[in-house]
């Protein structure tokens, strides 16, 4: 009888302390007003830069189209030559629009997994590494061009994540997220094909259902770079 | 109650908390990712300064655009803008203050990925690895069957010496923060070294 007790006391203590840190390792939300108020005052913020970055991003684009238009206006000046040079220079940096012949490659979420609040650490989301890893991929590739949800990536573009939310350039980007690059579309097909070169992203889309979607196309276009150049460190030896 | 009764309750609601705190490590574990957890404060801090450097960008566009309207300016605008872009396309050598950083032993081509992203994502204005700078021509970094790194069609083999032009302060201090890519990069790579220098000049080809 005794032992009987001890078994049932040890059992019932074990599944009060399995629930009680359960409990507090929860993160229901309380019933104060506090964290709703809280919530949506950094939604409102965060929304308020959103819309900034929008406006800013677009009048950049508008800007370098008027210079390049005012710049066409003066070629017979004398001015050929250089900007020749700056046409070439805008190329490399990708400030020009390029359109060609290359592939699109779909990432998207597995379809249980919800983004909103899940931890990026759920095997089912899509995450900025494995945008990264298919970027630079196709960087070995030798992609002419490359862009993700519509924004150019160029060298110092940053692929990274602020909880769930996946930040291509510093903006917002949500799933799907199409990685479309410009190049040699059976080299970026047979790099994209060796399991080897994407071990995680294979890996989660044959156990967490991620998927993965390769298109060829006939035509795609990269917009221009839409961001910021920093450069007030930088020195040319002359 | 039989106090031998109590201690018997206590161990075992000890040992339900152990089993949770336990799972949850393993979990952990599992992101020991190559992202890392950022908080609601750094999200606004990151489109705060996102938003303020394309601000001065289109300030200095419309200056730009500026000078092109005005006849006398317009060949000045131009030479600057080939300036201003020729410092950032890879086309000529540059120099600059900033740091350098020595990672000594085995490491894989996503880490370094990783850690490229990071330098760029804090402000890095020019990077380059074993010699070989990071700009929009340069062949992306692979691997080879043994494991060892290409990057621009060159081997590269430890040391890896990263270096980097841009405000050192800010950029080291992102990248040692608890939980941060230094962080993340020794936990996933053991027997790594790593060594860090500021330089008032690096220069780079």
């Known amino acids: ?238 | 109650m039989d106090p031998r009764k109590i201690y018997i309750l206590v161990v075992a609601i000890l040992l339900g908390i152990f089993v949770v705190a336990q799972n949850k490590s393993f979990n952990k574990l599992d992101v020991l990712s190559r992202d890392g957890k950022s908080n609601v404060f750094q999200e606004i801090q990151i489109l705060k300064e996102k938003n303020l450097s394309l601000k001065s960008e289109m300030d200095d566009l419309e200056a730009n655009l500026k000078l092109l309207t005005s006849q006398g300016d317009a060949l000045k605008a131009i030479d600057d803008e080939i300036k201003r872009y020729t410092k950032i396309s890879g086309q000529s050598p540059i120099f600059g203050p900033g740091f350098y950083i020595k990672f000594e032993g085995k490491i894989t081509t996503p880490w370094l990925v990783d850690f490229i992203n990071e330098l760029w994502s804090t402000g890095a204005q020019a990077v380059a690895v074993n010699g070989i700078r990071i700009t929009n021509e340069t062949v992306g970094f692979d691997s080879l069957p043994q494991g060892q790194v290409l990057l621009n069609g060159s081997i590269l083999s430890s040391p890896f010496v990263i270096e980097v032009i841009g405000e050192s302060s800010t950029i080291l201090g992102n990248i040692e923060v608890g939980g941060g890519i230094l962080q993340r990069m020794k936990a996933a790579l053991p027997g790594m070294k790593v060594s860090y220098e500021r330089k008032d000049i690096i220069q780079m080809q």
């Open chain 1, 1 to 238: 009888m005794n032992k009987q007790i001890s078994v049932v006391l040890v059992a019932a203590g074990i599944c009060f302390g399995v629930l009680m840190s359960w409990q507090f390792a929860s993160d229901a939300p309380s019933d104060s007003n506090f964290l709703a108020d809280e919530i949506s005052a950094r939604e409102n913020l965060i929304k308020g830069f959103l819309d900034e970055q929008t406006y800013l991003q677009s009048r950049i684009v508008f800007l370098r189209k008027e210079i390049e238009r005012e710049q066409d206006l003066i070629k017979s000046q004398g001015t050929e030559s250089s900007l020749t040079e700056l046409e070439k220079l805008k190329r490399i940096l990708g400030l020009s629009e390029i359109t060609g012949k290359g592939l699109e490659v779909t990432l998207n979420d597995s379809p249980i997994a919800v983004r909103q609040g899940e931890d990026i650490s759920s095997k089912g989301l899509i995450q900025a590494a494995d945008i990264r890893d298919v970027v630079n991929l196709m960087n070995a590739a030798s992609a002419d061009a490359i862009s993700v949800n519509g924004q150019r990536i160029i060298a110092s573009s940053p692929i990274s994540s602020v909880g769930t939310t996946i930040l291509v350039n510093n903006s917002y980007i949500s799933p799907p997220f199409v990685v479309s690059a410009i190049g040699d579309p059976e080299i970026m097909i047979q790099r994209l094909s060796n399991r080897a070169a994407l071990p995680e992203l294979y890996k989660r889309v044959q156990e967490s259902k991620v998927s993965m979607k390769v298109s060829l196309r006939e035509w795609v276009r990269i917009p221009i770079y839409n961001g910021d150049l920093k450069y007030n460190y930088i020195n040319l030896v002359e």
